[in-house]
């Protein structure tokens, strides 16, 4: 892979991470959302009139082009595993945005995916 393509994918990754972050920031702003049927109009004006939503629903659409890209260059059973690399971003973003726990599981998981990661890349 060369250093280009990665940086496309990884930016792909790292846009879709920012993204989830974002949506949980509008969602945070807004509370828990009930599914019931006589607030579901006013929950989702609620919800998608959050700056944090508006920008992460842009941040998706952003994040597919890039991804796109990235996908014409490799294949994609090398760029979707990538993808894992979201979820150790998203982990510790998390933790120090939102003060989420990161217990010794987690820090397990994260270290796999990392792992697994670098073998698909190196393969």
Not at 18 to 45: H, M, S
Not at 52 to 70: D, E, F, H, M, Q
């Amino acid at each position: 892979m060369t250093l280009s393509t990665f940086a496309f994918i990884l930016t792909g990754v790292l846009l879709n991470a920012a993204a989830q972050l974002l949506l949980k920031a509008g969602t945070n702003a807004v509370g828990a959302i009930t599914l019931d049927r006589a607030t579901l109009l006013t929950t989702a004006f609620r919800v998608l009139t959050q700056w944090p939503v508006i920008g992460g629903l842009t941040l998706y659409v952003v994040s597919v082009a890039v991804w796109i890209v990235g996908l014409s260059r490799v294949d994609v059973s090398i760029a979707y595993p990538m993808l894992s690399l979201g979820y150790v971003v998203n982990a510790l973003a998390a933790w120090w945005l939102f003060g989420e726990m990161i217990g010794p599981l987690r820090v397990a998981g994260i270290l796999l995916i990392l792992a697994g990661v670098f073998l698909i890349a190196r393969s």
